[in-house]
């Protein structure tokens, strides 16, 4: 049903595409529903006011709904066997842990520095101050957050081991927390209980479900960081979105394919997602914005036998011929303009 729905869309594309190129001077298309005009003087079945609005054109891109891009989580340089691994699902906070090794857990902290050295007493720099600022966040205090690992930061590191079950050493070694730049979600087990620690142990995301589309780079100029778009769900239902990355690198196509560029799109209630994961979407973007413009339905344009279009003004029980440029299209109307056309006047359309 989806890939109908797209082929539908698609074709509905394709036919105000024709009607555009008509307008330049080629064999225009049939158009009014299928209906032929009607004859000079005779009235058409049904009509329609011409309308001053702001029409808004859009394109419908593919999208794939999900946590993103996931990353492998590997022992490093912890020595021992693997005892214990969260399923995939699972959600992981500061402080938490994701697997055990020789059933000691591996704590979650927050940062962009791996461990990559014991930190004791003495220790100076930046990996210092993230360790203290996540000693802080976790209720362990009395030290100056700084780049210096005194004794007070020794002190709070044994009181955090403690609540762990860990030996009290004070010190944290490469391999014995877990470092990401904020709460992640496991995606996949790499490991078992029983294996050796230093291999690969799981992939994990961050826990807020985003948008990802490889956007054709002919429409990347209507990709912009902070524009707003709609997200349509699987089952129908619509959410908004923010995008809040474009690719600087375009991705050459194989084939056919076209050349992409990665869009992320953020949105904004995670709660209308349900449980969709890795699920298709569409993403309805703002190709651009027509205002102050007069409108009909696109069913009211009739095809002039010399190319070009017109529309049947009925006024006082006559008919008329008014010759039309056609401007955009948008949700079944089209933007109109030409000599003789005003606000509030009624044109044929089919019944």
């Not at 205090?141 to 780049?147: A, I, K, L, R, S």
Request: positive net charge; contains cysteine.
């Amino acid at each position: 049903m989806k890939r109908a729905r797209r082929r539908a869309r698609t074709t509905a594309l394709a036919a105000a595409g024709a009607v555009a190129a008509a307008g330049a001077g080629r064999a225009p298309p049939r158009l009014g529903g299928g209906q032929a005009p009607a004859a000079r003087g005779a009235l058409p079945p049904a009509t329609a006011p011409v309308e001053r609005t702001t029409l808004v054109e859009t394109r419908t891109v593919d999208g794939t709904l999900g946590y993103g891009t996931a990353r492998t989580v590997t022992g490093g340089n912890a020595r021992g066997t693997v005892t214990w691994l969260a399923r995939a699902g699972t959600e992981i906070a500061r402080g938490r842990w994701a697997y055990k090794i020789d059933n000691r857990p591996v704590p979650l902290l927050y940062g962009s520095l791996p461990v990559y050295r014991t930190l004791s007493a003495g220790t100076e720099g930046p990996d210092v101050r993230q360790l203290e600022r996540n000693l802080g966040a976790l209720g362990h205090t009395g030290f100056t957050v700084d780049e210096a690992y005194d004794a007070a930061t020794a002190a709070a590191v044994r009181r955090w081991q403690e609540d762990l079950g860990l030996p009290e050493t004070g010190t944290v070694a490469p391999g014995s927390v877990l470092i990401a730049p904020g709460e992640i979600r496991v995606a996949e087990r790499k490991a078992a209980v029983g294996d050796r620690a230093g291999g690969a142990l799981l992939t994990c995301t961050g826990t807020t479900r985003k948008v990802s589309v490889d956007l054709d780079v002919e429409y990347q100029r209507l990709a912009e960081e902070g524009a707003a778009v709609t997200v349509e769900l699987p089952d129908g239902t619509t959410t908004k979105g923010t995008i809040t990355g474009v690719g600087r690198v375009a991705k050459e196509g194989r084939g056919d394919e076209p050349t992409t560029v990665a869009v992320t799109v953020a949105v904004r209630g995670q709660r209308a997602l349900g449980t969709y994961d890795k699920a298709p979407v569409e993403v309805h973007l703002t190709a651009g914005r027509h205002a102050d413009v007069l409108a009909v339905p696109v069913g009211a344009l009739m095809a002039r036998p010399g190319g070009g279009y017109a529309v049947q003004a009925v006024e006082d029980g006559r008919v008329r011929t008014v010759p039309v440029e056609t401007g955009v299209f948008s949700e079944g109307r089209v933007e109109i303009s030409g000599t003789g056309l005003a606000e509030g006047m009624k044109v044929g359309v089919p019944s």
